[in-house]
């Protein structure tokens, strides 16, 4: 009888012992479905910034191990992008060097929107810039070429990953007017007939647009997860485009954004009052929070002072007049 409760003990710790392992297993992403959940805003990145849609989920593919790298997992880094002065989130991870230090995100989604802002504004990737937007055999040499990464064989393997994938379709997509017909939450701008449609599309749950972004106005009793089921989306992304700290209760009145929120705002900047975070300005503004650091040169995590401006947009006048401007 002892022998048999010691095997029975045994069999349990080791069941224990194996079960964290066997729950990350069945998490891990496959390859068509990283594609699966990625091409949209690929393509939606690709009309704003005009980095091939192909390119941007071949690095991603490439970088994080289609969403499984340790980079991915711990700081939903997609791009294997370095701090390179980053004021947001860090994390510390061995690459060329042993404990180099690489931007950490709340969501991979703003991986890759700061993706595009990253090549976008640094002068020796300005010539990609130039190339025909499907020609992804050049943007590849030409990524290898400005640096992106130190493997010699990176443009030929992002080739190889576009065409065994047809990932080019998705360049050819991102222009396709069947496909902007569409009501994806990740496309983007929705002209004025769209606005009245969706205005008085349904008189329980308007949806309505602020700063080019779909939202609607949390009722009493709403959270991410009915209003995800309601409105067809996943409650993962109700908590990402929001900024929420979890799935709880969502107070009435509030505005719940249904897309990405976009890089600048209507406004010139936001007096800031007492109490406010830089959190709530992001959602009164549906300027993203990354942004919102970056442009007013503070650390994440800081909150304004009380009558401080926040810049919500990039400032287009002299330094004289930047320092001199209105309250």
């Known amino acids: 009888m002892h022998q048999l409760l010691k095997g029975i003990l045994k069999k349990l710790l080791l069941s224990l012992f194996l079960l964290p392992a066997t729950l990350f297993a069945q998490e891990k992403m496959t390859l068509p479905e990283y594609i699966e959940t990625y091409k949209h805003i690929a393509m939606a990145e690709m009309r704003e910034s005009g980095i091939p849609a192909s390119i941007k989920l071949a690095q991603a593919i490439l970088e994080s191990g289609f969403g499984n790298g340790e980079l991915a997992v711990n700081a939903n880094n997609h791009f294997g992008i370095k701090c390179h002065g980053w004021p947001g989130m860090t994390y510390y991870y061995d690459d060329d060097e042993p404990g180099e230090c690489f931007r950490k995100y709340t969501d991979p989604l703003q991986s890759f929107l700061d993706h595009s802002e990253f090549l976008s504004t640094r002068p020796w990737y300005a010539p990609l810039f130039e190339l025909e937007p499907d020609d992804y055999e050049a943007w590849a040499h030409g990524l290898k070429e400005a640096g992106y990464a130190t493997n010699p064989q990176y443009a030929h393997q992002l080739i190889r990953l576009i065409d ?139 909150e304004p002072e009380p009558g401080q401006k926040i810049l919500l947009q990039e400032y287009k006048g002299t330094f004289f007049q930047y320092l001199f401007r209105r309250p």
């Open 164 to 302: 065994e994938h047809e990932l080019h379709r998705f360049d050819r997509k991102a222009f396709d007017p069947v496909y902007l017909a569409t009501d994806h939450p990740y496309i983007g701008v929705p002209d004025e007939k769209d606005i009245t449609l969706a205005e008085e599309a349904d008189d329980h749950r308007r949806i309505l647009i602020y700063n080019r972004i779909k939202y609607v106005v949390a009722m009493d009793g709403d959270t991410p997860r009915s209003l995800a089921r309601e409105l067809d989306m996943r409650p993962r992304q109700i908590i990402n485009y929001n900024d929420l700290d979890g799935p709880g209760p969502l107070e009435e009145g509030q505005r719940v954004y249904l897309q990405p929120k976009r890089r600048k705002g209507g406004e010139e900047y936001h007096a800031a009052r007492k109490g406010d975070s830089m959190v709530e300005i992001s959602q009164e503004y549906g300027i993203r929070i990354e942004n919102l650091y970056r442009r007013n040169d503070m650390t994440y995590g800081m």
